[in-house]
T-cell receptor, first 111, second 113 residues
Framework: GENVEQHPSTLSVQEGDSAVIKCTYSDSASNYFPWYKQELGKRPQLIIDIRSNVGEKKDQRIAVTLNKTAKHFSLHITETQPEDSAVYFCAAPIYGQNFVFGPGTRLSVLP | DTAVSQTPKYLVTQMGNDKSIKCEQNLGHDTMYWYKQDSKKFLKIMFSYNNKELIINETVPNRFSPKSPDKAHLNLHINSLELGDSAVYFC????????????FGPGTRLTVL
């Protein structure tokens, strides 16, 4: 069946360092890949997404890179700040219908 | 203005009861969803629905049923609640197909005693 894996499950970085979270998917027809951020006790919110016709997208300190051949995409956060601490979820569509979410990565940014 | 809202925010109930969670979106989206997030934070799709099609995750027990009185609402009914149903339930909506940006509601924390 369709599977979305995410690594690492937890990540601690010092404030100002970079953080990278990697996601792999199995459906080669998938063509849209979002990343969601969920702060403690809050709802998931989209922070960045990428479509399969580009290899990279950047929005200020956040970027997403996509390798369609290898079927993985990564979230990059530079100059991390304490407010970046949250659980991050990747997602990929299954059979063009619904999303499967990755298991999440708990990012802690230490001051 | 609240884009996607859910009520109630918290729901505590006994095993065996029947309960409903309401969801409303004012974004004009035509696809709505229900997700379950368990204690380990896994976020799993339960249903997606637009006015043409209901897609059900095959792992969802038939005690769970979505009901949509109109395009802006997708309520979740749960019959014969079990301890394992305790979780946070999120409603979401998106424009067009199921593959667009999803806007989540604030969540409903269900506790079954």
């Amino acid at each position: 069946g369709e599977n979305v894996e995410q690594h690492p499950s937890t990540l601690s970085v010092q404030e100002g360092d970079s953080a990278v979270i990697k996601c792999t998917y199995s459906d080669s027809a998938s063509n849209y890949f979002p990343w969601y951020k969920q702060e403690l006790g809050k709802r998931p919110q989209l922070i960045i997404d990428i479509r399969s016709n580009v290899g990279e997208k950047k929005d200020q300190r956040i970027a997403v890179t996509l390798n369609k051949t290898a079927k993985h995409f990564s979230l990059h956060i530079t100059e991390t700040q304490p407010e970046d601490s949250a659980v991050y979820f990747c997602a990929a569509p299954i059979y063009g219908q619904n999303f499967v979410f990755g298991p999440g990565t708990r990012l802690s940014v230490l001051p | 203005d609240t884009a996607v809202s859910q009520t109630p925010k918290y729901l505590v109930t006994q095993m065996g009861n029947d309960k409903s969670i309401k969801c409303e979106q004012n974004l004009g989206h035509d696809t709505m969803y229900w997700y379950k997030q368990d204690s380990k934070k896994f976020l799993k799709i339960m249903f997606s629905y637009n006015n043409k099609e209901l897609i059900i995750n095959e792992t969802v027990p038939n005690r769970f049923s979505p009901k949509s009185p109109d395009k802006a609402h997708l309520n979740l009914h749960i019959n014969s609640l079990e301890l394992g149903d305790s979780a946070v339930y999120f409603c979401a909506s998106s424009q067009g197909s199921a593959l667009g940006t999803q806007y989540f509601g604030p969540g409903t924390r269900l506790t079954v005693l």
